[in-house]
């Protein structure tokens, strides 16, 4: 029995020593923890985001400092978002208006306790508020490369000594297109996710590396929960919970819009009524005239954009920009005309044979409406 209780006083003089050795080494009052919000409805918000808390008790402050950050009237604003010029910014607003904020839009909030010592909180503290200055707060914004969330996870690794070795948290392989497909097909994006494949070309199939997974808030919150040569979360928290609504998911997709507009396309050219072939008239050129714009803004976002997503872009292969000059000569039998068109009937059907072996991954709701050009321009080839 008096065993016992010398070993129960040896464990409590112990915990008691650690304990004080503990808050001797940290007396920064300062606590640093990721904040992870799940993705929203809109497109912006689809993907999710991150942000860094600091909650300092000896000022009693609790702050969020968020990345992620742009002025819709920011002169310009549109043309500097197209060209991928658009400034990014940090800002600060407090953690019970952030909460808010995220709670009203039925968004989740996960919040991880990093495991900093007093000195690297002091510094991480400091470096934030030197970035909130206005000479430094701004910063050029790439969705895949530098954003919200890598911005964050850069900033704890510098901090940290000796930095978190950080895991893959997705499969071997995993490319940029296949990862942000994964969201978008969870939301029922549809639309977005054709918009989206035929903007972004071939380096959006490139494999990511293990850093490079980070780019999404879910990825980087479940690397740094993974850390393999130290505990860098002493814990994790779901600061409320909301109920878990279905989804609702687009049912008219463009692969059934594609294919219904193929199908009238079809049917309106059996008809030899005047308004059928004057439907057709200028359905052709409405449609050359939209592909060959399509086409031109695939290469103004190539070649005049610093987006690094945007370029070698294989949807030119369907989407030629001549056709934006030849929608104009549809109905013309001129021999140039016909011989265009013609070659852009074998264009067509190499496409579509190719396919699935293109170097970039095209979207298979195309596939109808390349058909559809196929069809036009064989049409146009042999009047």
């Known amino acids: 029995m008096k065993k016992n209780i010398s070993l129960f006083l040896l464990l409590l003089l112990f915990a008691i020593g650690s304990y004080n050795k503990a808050i001797a080494q940290d007396s920064s009052h300062v606590r640093i923890s990721l904040l992870t919000c799940t993705p929203g409805e809109e497109l912006y918000s689809i993907f999710g985001h991150s942000a860094i808390r600091i909650m300092d008790s000896s000022s009693v402050t609790d702050y969020v400092f968020n990345y992620g950050t742009f002025n819709f009237n920011d002169e310009g604003f549109y043309l500097k978002f197209i060209r991928g010029k658009l400034l990014y910014y940090v800002s600060v607003e407090r953690f019970d208006d952030f909460v808010y904020s995220y709670q009203s839009d039925g968004r989740e909030i996960t919040e991880q306790l990093l495991n900093f010592s007093a000195e690297e909180k002091i510094a991480i503290q400091q470096w934030l508020i030197e970035n909130l200055k206005e000479e430094n707060k701004y910063y050029k914004y790439d969705f895949f490369l530098d954003n919200c969330t890598t911005r964050l996870r850069d900033i704890l690794l510098k901090h940290k000594n000796p930095p978190p070795q950080l895991p893959a948290v997705m499969p071997a392989n995993t490319t940029f297109r296949q990862a942000i497909h994964a969201y978008l097909d969870k939301g029922?994006?549809?639309?977005?996710?054709?918009?989206?494949?035929?903007?972004?070309?071939?380096?959006?199939?490139?494999?990511?590396?293990?850093?490079?997974?980070?780019?999404?808030?879910?990825?980087?919150?479940?690397?740094?929960?993974?850390?393999?040569?130290?505990?860098?979360?002493?814990?994790?928290?779901?600061?409320?919970?909301?109920?878990?609504?279905?989804?609702?998911?687009?049912?008219?997709?463009?692969?059934?819009?594609?294919?219904?507009?193929?199908?009238?396309?079809?049917?309106?050219?059996?008809?030899?009524?005047?308004?059928?072939?004057?439907?057709?008239?200028?359905?052709?050129?409405?449609?050359?005239?939209?592909?060959?714009?399509?086409?031109?803004?695939?290469?103004?976002?190539?070649?005049?954009?610093?987006?690094?997503?945007?370029?070698?872009?294989?949807?030119?292969?369907?989407?030629?920009?001549?056709?934006?000059?030849?929608?104009?000569?549809?109905?013309?039998?001129?021999?140039?005309?016909?011989?265009?068109?013609?070659?852009?009937?074998?264009?067509?059907?190499?496409?579509?044979?190719?396919?699935?072996?293109?170097?970039?991954?095209?979207n298979p709701a195309l596939i109808p409406f390349v058909i559809l050009l196929l069809y036009r321009a064989g049409i146009k080839s042999t009047k």
């Not at 959006?204 to 479940?222: A, C, H, K, Y």
């Not at 690397?223 to 989804?247: C, G, H, M, P, R």
């Not at 068109?341 to 072996?357: N, Q």
Request: proline share 3%; charged share 15%; with cysteine.
């Open 188 to 362: 029922g994006k549809h639309w977005s996710k054709l918009g989206i494949d035929i903007l972004l070309g071939a380096p959006t199939d490139g494999i990511m590396t293990v850093s490079e997974q980070e780019f999404l808030p879910d990825n980087l919150m479940r690397a740094l929960d993974s850390s393999k040569n130290i505990q860098f979360v002493d814990n994790t928290t779901k600061l409320y919970s909301l109920s878990n609504e279905e989804n609702k998911h687009e049912w008219f997709t463009p692969t059934i819009f594609f294919t219904i507009l193929l199908c009238f396309v079809l049917l309106l050219s059996i008809s030899k009524s005047n308004i059928a072939i004057i439907t057709l008239q200028n359905f052709d050129r409405f449609l050359f005239f939209m592909t060959g714009l399509m086409g031109v803004m695939l290469i103004l976002m190539w070649v005049y954009t610093d987006h690094s997503m945007t370029k070698n872009n294989y949807n030119l292969i369907w989407a030629l920009p001549t056709h934006l000059v030849f929608a104009f000569f549809t109905r013309s039998k001129n021999k140039i005309v016909r011989i265009y068109f013609l070659t852009t009937a074998i264009l067509m059907s190499l496409a579509i044979c190719c396919w699935f072996f293109i170097p970039q991954e095209l």
